[in-house]
């Protein structure tokens, strides 16, 4: 069995000096699963403290519409050509959670660092605060190919949607908390004071959040040898199962949607009905708890319509949340909206993974969740883009949001038909 990590050590949340482990023990199972719900817990803090505004606060710099968007596709384009080659030295090495650790401590790091921004420049915030976040999405790629990987080690197959609800839930109750929280602080200290203050109460949360994942007992897979072939041939060949294809297709046009929805939501909220921080933080509030109640409320929903169902029934329900914020004339008529968007991108977000790890064979998991990764950050580089190009048309924030709605519709569509075909072939 693999060398059990002091409580005590400070570097444990590093990754540093981290021994190799041993396949768990059905107790260090349990206990995997309860610093999986306890890590997301903390995670949510730093979501509702500062992943929630970080857009808004580069609205509030006085960015433009492009740049606004550049918080998105400025780390997917990372992404697109960071994924397979770390992903390639996860396999080379087989040190998953040690890479895991030394990337997530390395990108919280960018969140001190943005706080201390106004107190170091007076001229160009917004712009270093971009090239901030796209040099985390550096470690931030590692992290996500690794933790995704390990999740599907660490929990029993047969516990993975509850398990995945679960920290749903505790990321859901968290946010919506801090995010509260945030609104009365934003809305009582002045910019950009209130700012800082979110973003270092963000990132000491994330890391409690990185000591709990350094408790994790996952078996480090042996290395293995990676073949010279170049990463078109190698994406080629992952993409040779026919419904992990579609399955990538489908959830592209998604990604496409969301990255579109990234700018547009807080540049709609802002420029078009004038709402004010505290109003903002009420609304991913109510977005935040009824997400909370769709993850608990998803794995009965999953035993009942399966898990590809559901997806497909979130991307459909979630497609109208676009179309009607662009109808509503006042921040307040977005709060029931918000909170039917909150339960069907639960429902998204609990059965993404689960669907992903269905298709994905156990030996060669960390290549095809690189290769999830890159084909996803691929849309949410191009999607950003796109509504930044459209909110600075004459049409503003509203003509994107509509065509978002469009190309989320039809994600949903691609998902029903990929599930039927998925019924009628194997993968």
Same mark, same amino acid.
């Given at each position: 069995?693999?060398?059990?990590? *002091?409580?005590?050590?400070?570097?444990?949340?590093?990754?540093?000096?981290?021994?190799?482990?041993?396949?768990?023990?059905?107790?260090?199972?349990?206990?995997?699963?309860?610093?999986?719900?306890?890590?997301?817990?903390?995670?949510?803090?730093?979501?509702?403290?500062?992943?929630?505004?970080?857009?808004?606060?580069?609205?509030?710099?006085?960015?433009?519409?492009?740049?606004?968007?550049?918080?998105?596709?400025?780390?997917?384009?990372?992404?697109?050509?960071?994924?397979?080659?770390?992903?390639?030295?996860?396999?080379?090495?087989?040190?998953?959670?040690?890479?895991?650790?030394?990337?997530?401590?390395?990108?919280?790091?960018?969140?001190?660092?943005?706080?201390?921004?106004?107190?170091?420049?007076? @001229?160009?915030?917004?712009?270093?605060?971009?090239?901030?976040?796209?040099?985390?999405?550096?470690?931030?790629?590692?992290?996500?190919? !690794?933790?995704?990987?390990?999740?599907? @080690?660490?929990?029993?197959?047969?516990?993975?949607?509850?398990?995945? $609800?679960?920290?749903?839930?505790?990321?859901?109750?968290?946010?919506?908390?801090?995010?509260?929280?945030?609104?009365?602080?934003?809305?009582?200290?002045?910019?950009?004071?209130?700012?800082?203050?979110?973003?270092?109460? $963000?990132?000491?949360?994330?890391?409690? *959040? *990185?000591?709990?994942?350094?408790?994790?007992?996952?078996?480090?897979?042996?290395?293995?040898?990676?073949? $010279?072939?170049?990463?078109?041939?190698?994406?080629?060949?992952?993409?040779?199962?026919?419904?992990?294809?579609?399955?990538?297709?489908?959830?592209?046009?998604?990604?496409?949607?969301?990255?579109?929805?990234?700018?547009?939501?807080?540049?709609?909220?802002?420029?078009?009905?004038?709402?004010?921080?505290?109003?903002?933080?009420?609304?991913?509030?109510?977005? !935040?708890?009824?997400?909370?109640?769709? !993850?608990?409320?998803?794995?009965?929903?999953?035993?009942?319509?399966?898990?590809?169902?559901?997806?497909?029934?979130?991307?459909?329900?979630?497609?109208?949340?676009?179309?009607?914020?662009?109808?509503?004339?006042?921040?307040?008529?977005?709060?029931?909206?918000?909170?039917?968007?909150?339960?069907?991108?639960?429902?998204?977000?609990?059965?993404?993974?689960?669907?992903?790890?269905?298709?994905?064979?156990?030996?060669?998991?960390?290549?095809?969740?690189?290769?999830?990764?890159?084909?996803?950050?691929?849309?949410?580089?191009?999607?950003?883009?796109?509504?930044?190009?459209?909110?600075?048309?004459?049409?503003?924030?509203?003509?994107?949001?509509?065509?978002?709605?469009?190309?989320?519709?039809?994600?949903?569509?691609?998902?029903?038909?990929?599930?039927?075909?998925?019924?009628?072939?194997?993968?």
């Amino acid at each position: 069995m693999g060398r059990r990590l *002091s409580r005590f050590n400070p570097l444990a949340i590093t990754g540093i000096g981290r021994p190799l482990d041993a396949p768990p023990t059905p107790e260090q199972a349990a206990a995997n699963i309860r610093h999986l719900v306890w890590d997301i817990v903390w995670f949510g803090v730093l979501v509702g403290t500062t992943i929630n505004f970080l857009q808004v606060y580069v609205v509030r710099l006085g960015a433009p519409s492009l740049l606004v968007g550049a918080v998105t596709y400025g780390p997917a384009l990372v992404n697109v050509f960071w994924q397979l080659p770390a992903a390639r030295l996860m396999v080379r090495t087989g040190w998953r959670m040690r890479w895991m650790m030394i990337s997530g401590f390395t990108h919280r790091l960018a969140y001190p660092l943005i706080a201390l921004t106004p107190l170091l420049v007076q @001229d160009g915030r917004p712009e270093i605060t971009i090239i901030v976040l796209i040099l985390q999405a550096f470690p931030v790629a590692v992290a996500n190919t !690794s933790f995704l990987s390990m999740m599907a @080690d660490a929990v029993p197959a047969d516990r993975m949607t509850q398990v995945i $609800g679960w920290r749903m839930a505790g990321l859901g109750l968290t946010t919506t908390l801090s995010t509260l929280l945030a609104g009365q602080i934003l809305q009582r200290l002045p910019f950009p004071t209130n700012y800082q203050l979110l973003f270092m109460v $963000g990132w000491i949360a994330s890391l409690v *959040s *990185s000591w709990h994942i350094s408790q994790l007992r996952v078996p480090d897979r042996p290395p293995q040898r990676v073949a $010279g072939e170049g990463w078109l041939r190698q994406l080629g060949g992952l993409l040779r199962p026919p419904r992990f294809g579609r399955f990538l297709i489908a959830v592209g046009v998604l990604q496409l949607a969301i990255g579109m929805l990234a700018p547009l939501l807080p540049l709609y909220w802002v420029r078009r009905l004038s709402a004010t921080d505290e109003q903002i933080s009420i609304l991913v509030t109510v977005a !935040s708890a009824a997400a909370v109640l769709g !993850s608990l409320l998803m794995r009965r929903t999953v035993g009942r319509i399966g898990r590809s169902r559901a997806l497909a029934v979130g991307i459909l329900g979630f497609a109208s949340y676009p179309l009607l914020t662009s109808l509503s004339p006042t921040i307040w008529w977005l709060m029931p909206w918000a909170a039917l968007a909150g339960l069907f991108n639960s429902a998204i977000t609990v059965t993404l993974f689960d669907n992903l790890v269905a298709l994905t064979p156990e030996t060669d998991r960390t290549n095809y969740i690189a290769t999830y990764n890159a084909c996803a950050n691929v849309a949410l580089f191009a999607g950003p883009l796109f509504a930044g190009l459209l909110a600075a048309g004459p049409g503003g924030p509203i003509i994107g949001l509509w065509i978002a709605a469009a190309i989320m519709l039809l994600a949903g569509v691609m998902v029903v038909v990929w599930f039927a075909q998925g019924r009628q072939s194997p993968p």
